[in-house]
Nanobody
Framework: QVQLVESGGGLVQPGGSLRLSCAAS????????MGWYRQAPGKQRELVADITGGGITNYADSVKGRFTISRDNAKNTVYLQMNSLKPEDTAVYYC??????????????????WGQGTQVTVSS
């Protein structure tokens, strides 16, 4: 099986920074777009940023200029550098990726895989 494991969440003061990491593991053939989503209490899950296999990035308007997404294809890892954090950035952050992988004799092309989520709290 393939899994995504996030790390780097925590409590930070307004104006501070955090860096999230998400590593994919398993019998992976390729990874297409990787992204970060977030879900605040009482709200729907929303896209924060994503990045294609070729490095093209896309950001939500609310995080442009403050967050940077990047990936290390050799490590099957995507990062989210979050600067100038605001209380409204508080949410559970989820990693997401389109992964082609094998399990036993079966091949799964471009399956959407989600991580378990990591809490980010911005508060003084």
């Amino acid at each position: 099986q393939v899994q995504l494991v996030e790390s780097g969440g925590g409590l930070v003061q307004p104006g501070g920074s955090l860096r999230l990491s998400c590593a994919a593991s398993g019998r992976i053939f390729s990874i297409n777009t990787m992204g970060w989503y977030r879900q605040a209490p009482g709200k729907q899950r929303e896209l924060v940023a994503d990045i294609t296999g070729g490095g093209i990035t896309n950001y939500a308007d609310s995080v442009k200029g403050r967050f940077t997404i990047s990936r290390d294809n050799a490590k099957n890892t995507v990062y989210l550098q979050m600067n100038s954090l605001k209380p409204e950035d508080t949410a559970v952050y989820y990693c997401n990726a389109g992964i082609s992988y094998s399990s036993g004799r079966d091949y799964y092309p471009n399956n959407i895989v989600w991580g378990q989520g990591t809490q980010v709290t911005v508060s003084s």
